[in-house]
């Protein structure tokens, strides 16, 4: 334990950070006689930190906590990255497994497949794509009446009119 002296002393001290009081590094602090230690510092040897733990100083003694800072971490609603700022544990709906696609969702311990979703979700874009693709016949045919309306429809166009007006009247079958 640190103890105050009549006399300058160089001591080996472990540094903190202020606001999280977690071990950032060692060093040797020149101390001048008649004062104490540097602020956020302490002369107690820091344990080694694992994978995912951060040491912090807590009540004059170290403690090794969860730190997942710097780790990409899923969100278990939504399956997106998500990050933490400070150390601790895991919020519940957090997870460090990734998804293997975006049809996946947590099933409370693990990711599985959600077929439904998937199928719900490849029904959707072919119906877009379908809305689409009227959209696009829709408007041709416009343009090609009107041509035929005033005269200027060339045979070709007249064929292709009644290539897209089947087209159409298949694809509106097709709902």
Known sequence: MFQMSDKAQTIRVYNLRADTLEFIGAGDAYIPPHTGLPAHCTEIEPPDAGEYTAVIFRNGKWVVAEDYRGVKLYSTESGQVVHVNTPGPLPENITISEPSSVWDRWDGEKWVFDEAAERDNLAAEAEKQRADEM??????????????????????????????ERLSVGLQKLL
């Open 135 to 164: 959209r696009l016949i829709e408007r041709e045919i416009t343009l090609l009446l009107r041509a035929e309306k005033h005269g200027i429809a060339s045979e070709e166009d007249l064929e292709r009119l009644e290539e897209l």
